[in-house]
């Protein structure tokens, strides 16, 4: 069974422009989950869609930030205009279940000059 | 609010040494708790969890025991290898109906030969 797949798994990009990352979960995974990691501090939730449904977004920072999960597949998460404080490393994890523990992909690196 | 509170890294230690992590954690009632591992250059993969107090985790010599009575999901192991070498992240999916990760900022672990 393949893992959940993100790419590209590093982008560098100037401030100002837009990035789009995209997450495929686990074939089968209802909930898509999207975390970051920021300057080596803990990771931090940003948002969980049920199927193509945002069920939570309490953790996305500001409407720089758009989700997306067109069909309940795979996931694209855009950054539009990127800031330098938006440099980190997005994971993306998926679960069959909500209560199941959720896999992660290897991460999306981004940097922003 | 809930939240996952880790010793700082990085850790290091020589090969077949004993190894402590240590995880303590606030939340209300009684939380899952998971310890998560990611190895270079990859993903993050679970390593163990917990789901009620006094449960105990293993995987791969690795154990924690969920202590309600100090908070705390220490991880341990007896024997550590070079090959035990990653980022080890605390974490905890709280008992508010979500399902969001809360993680600790992660302790490196270098393991000498």
């Known amino acids: 069974e393949a893992g959940v797949t993100q790419f590209p798994s590093h982008s560098v990009i100037e401030k100002g422009q837009t990035v789009t990352l995209r997450c495929d979960p686990i074939?089968?995974?209802?909930?898509l989950y999207w975390y970051r990691r920021v300057m080596g501090k803990e990771i931090k939730f940003l948002l969980h869609?049920?199927?193509?449904?945002?069920?939570?977004e309490s953790g996305m920072p500001n409407n720089r930030f758009l989700a997306e999960r067109t069909g309940g597949t795979y996931s694209t998460l855009k950054v539009q205009p990127a800031e330098l404080e938006d440099s980190g490393v997005y994971f993306c994890?998926?679960?069959?279940?909500?209560?199941?523990?959720?896999?992660f992909g290897d991460g999306t690196r981004l940097s922003i000059l | 609010g809930d939240s996952v509170t880790q010793m700082e890294g990085p850790v290091t230690l020589s090969e077949e040494a004993f190894l402590t992590i240590n995880c303590t954690y606030t939340?209300?009632?009684?939380?899952?708790l998971f310890w998560y591992v990611q190895y270079p250059g990859e993903g993050l993969q679970l390593l163990l969890k917990?789901?009620?107090?006094?449960d105990k985790g293993s995987n791969k010599g690795f154990e924690a025991t969920y202590r309600k009575e100090t908070t705390s999901f220490h991880l341990e192991k007896g024997s550590v290898q070079v090959s035990d070498s990653a980022v080890y992240f605390c974490a905890l999916i709280p008992l508010s109906g979500t399902y969001k990760y809360i993680f600790g900022t992660g302790t490196r672990l270098k393991v000498l030969a």
């Open positions: 917990a789901t009620k107090a006094d």
């Open positions: 994890a998926s679960s069959q279940e909500a209560n199941q523990p959720q896999h």
């Open positions: 939340a209300t009632g009684y939380p899952s």
């Open positions: 074939s089968g995974h209802d909930n």
């Open positions: 869609f049920v199927k193509e449904s945002k069920q939570d």
